[in-house]
């Protein structure tokens, strides 16, 4: 997640963004770690699996083969779901939300600063749960794939913009 406000940016004219930030969700293996317990993966597979087959087991050979394209699948799909993300900017005139699906498909959100309202849920052992921004009739939830920590920067960060961008008409 980055997020970008300073001082300076207090005097920008209107259509400049005060605040923007980019939310990903966070991915503990990369490619090269995806590739390396693939290889290892299919290594025991075809070797334990060798043996049930060979000793005549060929059940439990052909049940390693479908756990192996269970686990190549799963870590498709994970890969495929951290392509996700979010474009949040505030300027004195928009609130704009682009949502970028995993497919590559945008939506985008746009609110009267003014008018937005942001609300953050929170539970007393978790934190931050929930995150959106509402007016005007509509509503859009905002980094509902973010870890705890960054959902609190990032609202802690986004509640001061629009607070900035409120407070300077």
Excluded: C, W
């Amino acid at each position: 997640m980055r997020t970008d406000l300073t001082r300076e940016d207090l005097s920008l004219p209107e259509g400049r963004p005060l605040f923007a930030a980019e939310l990903t969700p966070y991915r503990s293996l990369g490619r090269q770690g995806f590739r390396i317990l693939l290889l290892v993966a299919g290594a025991v597979t075809i070797g334990y699996g060798g043996f049930f087959i060979a000793t005549g087991a060929y059940p439990v050979g052909i049940f390693f083969g479908l756990d192996f394209l269970l686990l190549y699948g799963a870590l498709k799909l994970s890969f495929r779901s951290g392509r996700v993300r979010e474009e949040v900017t505030v300027s004195r005139d928009t609130l704009s939300v682009r949502k970028f699906s995993a497919a590559g498909r945008m939506v985008e959100h746009r609110f009267n600063p003014f008018r937005a309202r942001f609300d953050v849920r929170r539970h007393a052992e978790f934190g931050i749960t929930a995150m959106e921004v509402s007016g005007e009739g509509r509503r859009t939830e905002i980094g509902g794939f973010l870890n705890p920590d960054d959902r609190e920067s990032f609202a802690k960060a986004f509640y001061s913009a629009l607070a900035t961008v409120k407070r300077r008409i």
